[in-house]
């Protein structure tokens, strides 16, 4: 005679032997050295790993989990230095630099990597994965993203290097990273029931101390003879970052070399013309600090400021007719 002997299967979700675990670990989240003024975005991604280990499916009867499989859910809390998920914020002393960290490279506000309780990001990082042997258990490894972004704009504009130096600014995630974890087989439980662990990284960026020029041409127009000063301006344009000490010089020119004595000069000819310029109307002579001309200086806000260049070209012999140029370059000191 022939018996059968009953076999129960366990089906449905369960806690899991004792001995399954799962661990997770996350490189640090470095944006690296950044200018504060800087017109693009600036993204970085940081790399991380889950590790499930599924222990021996011993005594086999009762139960055999069919299939067996984990949730994992990675939590992400505010970190330190921040108040909000939306926009959270890097420091250093009471400085700060706004941020976020992400869960996929759209950088939406819905893709903030968060967890259950953070205010505007409660969505964790989540995903399962399959026990590798049904019977003698085994360890699983499964790698993960997150996306790290600093927006351009006036929130960065507004950040400070200190004493004109990088300055790092940053967030520890320790205590506020958290895995957390449950095993099944048919049917994939929430991610709060089951297992945790903690996991630790660091945000951070280095704010470097920056400058940019631009200047539009002077044009003194259509002259026929010098016998009095003739004036006309131009702008220099400047964005330094915010609280930051600056200066600029203007050089001799091209055809004088002379910071003291700048000259136009009609192309093809020995023929030139004497001008002057200054940070003010008929100030001082605008140069670089030697032979008694002065520099000048300024305070960076973030944003571009705006300056007067004046000219003179004083009374002097009329020179033969053409057209009569210069080029001086402008350099930004910070």
Same mark, same amino acid.
């Given at each position: 005679?022939?018996?059968?002997l =009953?076999?129960?299967?366990?089906? %449905?979700? !369960?806690?899991?032997?004792?001995?399954?675990?799962?661990?997770?670990?996350?490189? *640090?989240?470095?944006? #690296? =050295?950044?200018?504060?003024?800087?017109?693009?975005d600036?993204?970085?991604?940081?790399?991380?790993?889950?590790? %499930?280990?599924?222990?021996?499916?011993? =005594?086999?009867? =009762? /139960?055999?989990?069919?299939?067996?499989?984990? +949730?994992?859910?990675?939590?992400?809390?505010?970190?330190?230095?921040?108040?909000?998920?939306?926009?959270?914020?890097? @420091?250093?002393?009471?400085?700060?630099?706004?941020y976020?960290?992400?869960?996929?490279?759209?950088?939406?506000?819905?893709?903030?990597?968060?967890?259950? !309780?953070?205010?505007?990001?409660?969505?964790?990082?989540?995903?399962?994965?399959?026990?590798?042997?049904?019977?003698?258990?085994?360890?699983?490894?499964?790698?993960f993203?997150?996306?790290?972004?600093?927006?351009?704009?006036?929130?960065?504009?507004? +950040?400070?290097?200190?004493?004109?130096?990088?300055?790092? /600014?940053?967030?520890?995630?320790?205590?506020?990273?958290?895995?957390?974890?449950?095993?099944?087989?048919? +049917?994939?439980?929430? %991610?709060?029931? @089951?297992?945790?662990?903690?996991?630790?990284?660091?945000?951070?960026?280095?704010?470097?101390?920056? %400058?940019?020029?631009?200047?539009?041409?002077?044009?003194f127009?259509?002259q026929?003879?010098?016998?009095?000063?003739?004036?006309?301006?131009?702008?220099?344009?400047?964005?330094?970052?915010?609280?930051?000490?600056?200066q600029?010089?203007?050089?001799? @020119?091209?055809?004088?070399?002379?910071? $003291?004595?700048?000259?136009?000069?009609? $192309? #093809?000819?020995? *023929?030139?013309?004497?001008?002057?310029?200054?940070?003010?109307? *008929?100030?001082?002579l605008? !140069?670089d600090?030697?032979?008694?001309?002065?520099?000048?200086?300024?305070?960076?806000? #973030?944003?571009?400021?705006?300056? &007067?260049?004046?000219?003179?070209?004083?009374?002097?012999?009329?020179?033969?007719?053409?057209?009569?140029?210069?080029? +001086? &370059?402008?350099?930004? /000191?910070?």
């Open positions: 005679m022939r018996r059968r =009953p076999l129960a299967l366990l089906l %449905c979700c !369960g806690a899991g032997h004792a001995a399954d675990t799962c661990s997770a670990t996350l490189s *640090d989240v470095s944006f #690296g =050295p950044l200018s504060p003024i800087t017109a693009s600036v993204t970085i991604t940081a790399s991380g790993s889950v590790s %499930c280990t599924w222990g021996l499916l011993s =005594p086999l009867p =009762p /139960y055999i989990l069919l299939f067996p499989k984990v +949730v994992v859910c990675l939590n992400a809390g505010l970190g330190s230095n921040s108040l909000t998920a939306n926009p959270r914020t890097l @420091g250093n002393g009471a400085n700060r630099m706004e976020n960290l992400y869960r996929d490279a759209s950088y939406a506000a819905a893709s903030i990597w968060g967890g259950p !309780g953070v205010s505007g990001a409660t969505t964790p990082i989540s995903f399962s994965m399959t026990a590798p042997n049904l019977v003698t258990g085994g360890t699983l490894a499964q790698p993203t997150v996306y790290g972004k600093i927006a351009a704009g006036t929130a960065l504009a507004a +950040v400070k290097t200190v004493a004109n130096a990088d300055t790092v /600014y940053t967030s520890s995630f320790s205590g506020a990273a958290t895995l957390t974890y449950a095993f099944y087989n048919l +049917v994939q439980p929430a %991610c709060t029931p @089951g297992g945790s662990a903690s996991f630790s990284f660091t945000a951070q960026a280095t704010a470097v101390n920056d %400058c940019t020029i631009s200047a539009t041409a002077m044009n127009g259509t026929s003879i010098l016998s009095g000063a003739v004036r006309s301006t131009s702008t220099l344009s400047v964005r330094c970052v915010n609280d930051n000490a600056y600029i010089a203007l050089n001799g @020119g091209s055809v004088a070399a002379n910071v $003291a004595g700048r000259q136009m000069k009609r $192309a #093809g000819s020995s *023929d030139k013309v004497a001008y002057r310029l200054s940070a003010a109307l *008929d100030g001082a605008w !140069g600090g030697t032979a008694a001309t002065t520099l000048y200086s300024g305070t960076g806000n #973030g944003a571009a400021q705006v300056l &007067t260049v004046y000219g003179m070209v004083p009374a002097q012999a009329a020179p033969r007719p053409g057209d009569y140029q210069d080029t +001086v &370059t402008a350099t930004v /000191y910070f």
